[in-house]
């Protein structure tokens, strides 16, 4: 049977957690963690054990309050880290230690100040100390996206040798084009000897406004898991985004793969992480912004009343959206204004709507937005003048 399977590894609560102003407690990630089990992901990574206390808790907390998803800690290649890492993740029922190192030259070289034979060293040790913990471990191969290629697929070789299941191939600075990381991870499929060991998994940033097409264009060159964070958030300008790969995985037909995610749920999840992290989601964020599903242009306005495919790729209720929104301003026309009026129970002749949408223009050029109370209040006025009967 083909293998069609995509992986969604969630990181809202340790990578996405790195946002200033941002922390949370352990109970406000429980919460979040059981509305991820609840979407569907497939691996929820709860922190990072050794950083605090309090992040150990939550990894513990999190590990008794989910069952379905794997349990994944963060941790560096440091023994302490790993040991540290297991015992917080021991209620899980299925545990895994996301361990690694730098592999880039400008972070053995500046970082770490050693030597590549160094940090194969230490990977490999790692490694095998967190499978000796653990049932899975995932290493990440971190700057992998400004590191060597055929460096990167010996330490890819080795790892897996060492126990390594799951190879995070990063491009932790969000520096990668599509194409240079697709390439990077169709080297990594044809150069790496037990490659069909492991499996490869995407992790990129957005510092660039790539992370979401890095991701896609990682998996169609190999790789089958992507980590990524509800509504994108994360260090620095964010993760990839969960909805949007999700989304593409689902709508593209020349993307042949699918994911267990429930999308239906994507609205409801975003305003949580929204509201529980007090960051907000910009109007314009694909798949979840306020705007996603808006028209106030005229044309497009025309479109979607005729066809909601004319100007819309996904249905509104796949991602939990209610319907889509016809916004009244001074660029909409005659057919928005008749299509809302008619949303209000005011059934208008073609005649009489183009005499409204005259007064109509008149008061929307004096807001941004013309809302429902006003439209009630233009018909009102309409009728004193007699231009309606």
């Given at each position: 049977?083909?293998d ?7 990181t ?15 109970e406000?990630?429980?919460?979040i ?5 609840e979407?569907g992901?497939d691996?929820i990574?709860a922190?990072?054990p050794?950083?605090s206390?309090?992040?150990f ?6 590990s008794?309050?989910?069952?379905e ?15 540290v890492a ?8 299925r545990?895994?230690?996301?361990t690694?190192i730098?592999?880039s030259d400008?972070h ?14 230490r ?5 095998k100390?967190?499978r ?13 996206g ?9 330490v890819?070789e ?9 190879l ?6 969000g520096y ?16 790496v000897?037990n490659?069909d060991k ?16 890095n ?9 089958r898991q ?5 509504n994108?958030i ?8 969960l909805?949007?790969v ?8 020349d ?7 429930i ?5 409801s999840?975003?305003?949580?992480v929204?509201?529980t992290m ?5 109007p314009?964020?694909a798949?979840v912004?306020?705007n996603?599903?808006?028209h ?18 996904i249905d ?9 929104e ?7 026309g005659r057919?928005?204004?008749r299509?809302?009026?008619e949303q ?8 009489e709507?183009?005499?409204?949408y ?14 429902d ?5 233009l ?5 004193k003048?007699?231009?309606v009967?």
């Amino acid at each position: 049977m083909k293998d069609d399977r995509i992986y969604i590894f969630d990181t809202t609560l340790r990578d996405g957690e790195q946002v200033p102003g941002c922390k949370l407690n352990t109970e406000q990630k429980v919460t979040i963690a059981r509305a991820l089990e609840e979407l569907g992901v497939d691996v929820i990574e709860a922190g990072f054990p050794v950083s605090s206390p309090g992040d150990f808790k939550s990894v513990v907390e999190v590990s008794k309050a989910v069952k379905e998803p794997i349990i994944c800690g963060l941790t560096r290649a440091v023994d302490n880290d790993i040991e540290v890492a297991a015992e917080a993740l021991k209620f899980a029922k299925r545990a895994r230690i996301h361990t690694g190192i730098g592999t880039s030259d400008q972070h053995i070289f500046s970082k770490l100040k050693t030597t590549r034979e160094d940090v194969i060293k230490r990977g490999i040790h790692a490694v095998k100390l967190a499978r000796n913990l653990v049932g899975e471990v995932e290493f990440y191969a971190e700057d992998a996206g400004r590191t060597d290629n055929e460096f990167l697929a010996k330490v890819c070789e080795e790892m897996i040798k060492a126990g390594a299941t799951v190879l995070n191939i990063p491009d932790t600075t969000g520096y990668c084009l599509p194409e240079e990381y697709g390439a990077k991870i169709e080297y990594l499929m044809n150069n790496v000897p037990n490659i069909d060991k492991a499996i490869l998994s995407t992790h990129c940033h957005n510092d660039l406004g790539l992370a979401t097409a890095n991701s896609i264009t990682g998996v169609k060159h190999g790789a089958r898991q992507i980590e990524c964070t509800i509504n994108g958030i994360g260090e620095r300008a964010g993760n990839t985004s969960l909805e949007e790969v999700v989304m593409i995985i689902k709508k593209r037909n020349d993307i042949p793969y699918k994911t267990r995610v429930i999308t239906e749920k994507f609205q409801s999840i975003s305003h949580l992480v929204s509201d529980t992290m007090g960051m907000l989601v910009q109007p314009n964020k694909a798949i979840v912004g306020s705007n996603a599903f808006a028209h106030s242009s005229g044309i497009h306005q025309d479109g979607v009343i005729k066809d909601r495919l004319n100007y819309e790729i996904i249905d509104p209720a796949e991602v939990g959206v209610n319907r889509s929104e016809i916004v009244l301003t001074a660029r909409s026309g005659r057919a928005a204004l008749r299509f809302r009026l008619e949303q209000l129970g005011y059934l208008l002749e073609v005649e009489e709507i183009n005499k409204v949408y005259k007064e109509f223009l008149i008061m929307a050029d004096e807001a941004l937005e013309v809302r429902d109370n006003e439209l009630h209040e233009l018909y009102k006025m309409c009728k004193k003048k007699e231009i309606v009967g």
